[in-house]
């Protein structure tokens, strides 16, 4: 399975990016995606993860800013990020579990099996 990011860079506070995440591999259509980000100094952080049957979960300071969502015909995953904020910059990352089940940590990386190479995002002030 192999991730790639992209559709980060650099806007202005109140702005908007798309980040996209695209998907190789044979059993794209199982577990759940994740999206998490890391500013300097600072430890990986859940951003939003959504299942292939589109339900979606967010870290409480991206709801109502921040959408996930899945393009299964595509293998695509996107993170609409509007109202961007200073404090938003950090690399962003997609992720993604082979597995899920009730009661999954959506929220912990290290239950995420691989790894996008991350795409950066700036906002500036």
């Known amino acids: 399975v192999q991730l790639q990011a992209s559709g980060g860079g650099l806007v202005q506070t109140g702005g908007s990016l798309r980040l996209s995440c695209a998907t190789s591999?044979?059993?794209?259509?199982?577990?759940?995606m994740g999206w998490f980000r890391q500013a300097p100094g600072k430890e990986r952080e859940f951003v939003a993860a959504?299942?292939?049957?589109?339900?979606?979960y967010y870290a409480e300071t991206m709801k109502g800013r921040f959408t996930v969502s899945i393009e299964n015909v595509k293998n695509m995953v996107y993170l609409q990020m509007n109202s961007l904020e200073p404090e938003d910059t950090a690399i962003y990352y997609c992720?993604?579990?082979?597995?899920?089940?009730?009661?999954?940590?959506?929220?912990?990386?290290?239950?995420?099996?691989?790894w996008g190479q991350g795409t950066q995002v700036t906002v500036s002030s």
């Open positions: 959504v299942k292939w049957d589109g339900g979606a």
């Open positions: 992720a993604k579990s082979q597995e899920y089940w009730r009661g999954f940590r959506y929220d912990e990386p290290r239950l995420y099996d691989y």
């Open positions: 591999g044979r059993t794209f259509s199982s577990g759940i």
